[in-house]
């Protein structure tokens, strides 16, 4: 049985596609929904509003989340900020220009459709979280405020101090737990799902293992959704939250959904560098930083003055030398790449020699201490709560850390994976954002996402299902006792090492070689030494204790033990991507300048990967892109 | 840098617990709290023995998951959260004690671990506004004063993590339920449900088994996120008010004059 990707997006202009889709989709009355139940797996961003919307609408729903609390998803970490097209600030934004953006700013990877809808429905989305009392920053009129982010024209990006991601996810939380009251939602914390149950081909439910006491059980449902976030924690070292991890998407690849582009992975450059073997994660810096910051190294590899003492020509300002016009202000991956070069020539600054200053002095001499304690007064402050050192008296470090992926599983228009009553919304979805994620969108697509789309493409789904789920259908049992089996696998491997160690090294290999540069024969390389160090995984773990118990060696050996195999898959398909787009470039595809160069002939498409047995090769299928709305052309900063 | 720690180990919550010793050297001054604890635990295993359990997960003071006691301070001596306390805030060869959040409405789960399910029920309990998902006013036609955005803000940034539960003599969570009813409620779209809110919500807290406040202050003093306490004096405003209106209902409306 091959995969068949239809993307399913309606005909008609762009600008009414959604529309017409809302015209025509099949309804489910009012009296009826409490009949079915649907399983929403996460409770970050699009999982909580889409746990929530959909019980408000009368179905019965049952939220899962590793957490103690449905309110500490990943989502409550972004910082930044939201994009909407309000143009409050009447600079002639809109949604096509929003549209625009993020479609260049994807590089050419994304589906038109899913933009526009996405950029349609940006600005519903801050009505609907003022409405549940999201205290976004406001103007002296006690008007909504914006700024600009990332690197775009206008002022569209929405923010609570530098907490949006908290306050978004907190307003989504609430409006669950209101429906936990009403009795129309249950949520299942400390819980993770270990498997996914297909029944004759739909997805009917999930295989969950009690984190508190062990127990392994079947949840069955008329749908599953899975909102559980991104993968960039195979790079052990990542922006995420420590336990974010892809075992859910993984489990629903080998059941028979398409995984795609998995090799797209955002590195951000703005982060605190690594600074010893100890450490569990990495710290993101906001972006905005790069508004006022001037980003340099020193001219000379054996400098070892202390960066206040070094002159003007000994420093080398290399992103404005480099892009007179963009400057600082470059996108995101061209920042990485560009410090990861000045750091491979030997002139990264700080103990491990792999950092960059971002600078300020200039700025406060100019704009005074006073504009930018009210700018950056706070990130400021947390760069000194962690690092003990202040960016008032001697230059931030800054290095990239893998931050988003904007690859995962492949949905259609309807968010429908290839598997039959299975969603995919938010981070886990490989999405509306190409081959690199613009800032502020993330947010947005995860509550464009659960608010007002999934709602509505579940009913269509759910109006259409003819047949019940039989939870005592066989496949529930089978599928439990896979995931003992494999539980029993982890616990039995009798060696002597911590996940941890294995996870580190994982990662390692991972940024070297699949990270912010790739490169064929690297790629090829780093598939053999994942092979031979998850043999050694599996031959050399140690997980004390028992299975039916609170045990946090386990979860973090299970979902290593996912990571290996993603790991190879995401290394597969940067092969495959022989060319250089948004965040992935092949140091074969570059130009003299070091320019990322696209191939529109061969690679406008979305690699979706199948599932075959394991230790088989998985087959690789494609989605033909075409751009109707915006011709596709190539970037310049310069 | 070298430490002693006495951990508090549990197997689950049914079980005695006990402090364990434990010494780890050679731990980097910039390392975390949680960060030198995952040394130790590497050192544990690789000795064939069982790892502390502990929660954690943003490793950036938001997510509110870290919950350790420490020297019998939530979070620690610095009033960041645990994950944001490092080793160099300590003086070299320091004996650290280490042990859960202490609460009864918070059972020992295992080790560090412990369950704060009652937060989320106090929020069930009316910490929301109630509207569902679609087409909604657009907001500025509704304009929130500046000051009253920022005022509840300070409340809205609370993590849920519990320390001022855990700081409380009494064992009180009216630091934590203050927060969420002085965001709500000073904004124009949290007014209608302010009274319902501050009474369900201090009904379940009750029922939850936290003590009441008697304005100790420890809460404040080690809360992550600096809340005020003025917020607890908030939620009493309200409160009164709500046993008021009720009062009023039971006994029929009265006419204003
Ligand atoms: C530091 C940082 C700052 C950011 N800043 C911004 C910003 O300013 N603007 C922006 O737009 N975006 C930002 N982002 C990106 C954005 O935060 C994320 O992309 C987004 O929050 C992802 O949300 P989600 O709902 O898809 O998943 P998550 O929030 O990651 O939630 C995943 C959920 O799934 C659950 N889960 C996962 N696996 C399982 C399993 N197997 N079983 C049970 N439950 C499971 C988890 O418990 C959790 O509830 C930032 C990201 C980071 C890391």
Sequence with gaps: MSMKLDARIPDGPVEGKWHSWLDSHRLVGPRNRGDYEVIVVGTGLAGASAAATMAGMGYRVKAFCFQDSARRAHSIAAQGGINATKDYANEGDSVHRLFVDTIK???????????????????????????????????????????SFGGVLVERTFYCRGQTGQQLLLGAYQALQMQVHAGQAEVMSRHEMLDLVVVDGRARGIVARNLTTGEISAHAADCVVLATGGYCNVYYLSTNAKNSNATAIWRAYKRGAGFANPCFTQIHPTCIPQSGDYQSKLTLMSESLRNDGRIWVPRNADEDREPSEIPEEDRLYYLEERYPSYGNLVPRDVA??????????????????????????????????????????????????????????TPMRIYPAPHYSMGGLWVDYGLQTTIPGLFAIGEANFSDHGANRLGASAMMQCLADGYFILPHTVTDYLADLDTETDPNDPAFRETVLAAEERVGKLMGVGGTTAPSVFHRRLGQIMLDRCGITREKEGLESAIEDIRELREEFWSDLRVPGTGEELNQSLELAGRLADYFELAELMCADAIERDESAGCHLREEHQTEEGEAVRDDKLHATVQVWEHRGEDERPDLHHEHLSFDEVEPTARSYK | MNFKLRVWRQPSEGNEGGFEAHEVSGVDPEASFLEMLDILNEKIVADGGDPIAYDRDCMEGVCGSCSLLIDGIPH????????????????????????????????????????????????????????????????????????????????????????????????????????????????????????????????????EGFGGCTNFGECQAVCPQEISIKVIGELYHDYRQAMLHRLRARRGAVKPQ
């Excluded at chain 2, 004996?95 to 029920?121: H, K, M, Q």
């Excluded at chain 2, 904004?187 to 009274?195: A, K, N, S, T």
Aim: with cysteine.
């Design chain 1, 105 to 147: 700013g994807g590089d050419f990877r994304a589906r038109e459709a899913n933009v526009w809808r996405l950029a349609e429905l940006s600005t519903g989305i801050i009505d609907q979280a003022v409405a549940q009392g999201v205290p976004f920053n406001r103007e002296y009129g006690g008007m909504l405020a914006t700024r």
């Design chain 1, 336 to 393: 990485s790449r560009q410090a990861k070069i000045v750091c491979d020539d030997g002139l990264g600054v700080g103990p491990t020699g792999r950092g960059v200053y971002l600078d300020f002095r200039d700025a406060i001499e100019e704009k005074g201490e006073e504009t930018i304690a009210g700018r950056y007064g706070n990130l400021f402050a947390m760069y000194e709560r962690i690092t003990g050192e202040s960016p008032w008296k």
């Design chain 2, 76 to 207: 620690g001596p610095r009033q960041v959260t645990s994950c944001q306390t490092f080793m160099r805030d300590f003086p070299d060869g320091a004996e650290i004690s280490v042990e859960p959040f202490r609460n009864s409405a918070f059972p020992v789960i295992r080790d560090l671990v412990v369950d704060r399910s009652p937060l989320d029920r106090i929020i069930e309990a009316g910490g929301y506004i109630s509207v569902t998902s679609g087409p909604q006013p657009e907001p500025n036609t509704n304009p929130v004063r500046p000051e009253d955005q920022e005022h509840a803000m300070d409340a809205a940034i609370c993590i849920g993590c519990g320390a001022c539960v855990a700081a409380c003599p009494n064992g009180s969570a009216m630091l934590f339920t203050g927060a969420k009813v002085a965001h709500l409620n000073s904004l124009p779209q949290g007014d209608p449900e302010r009274f319902d809110r501050a009474h369900g919500m201090v009904a379940q807290h009750d029922e």
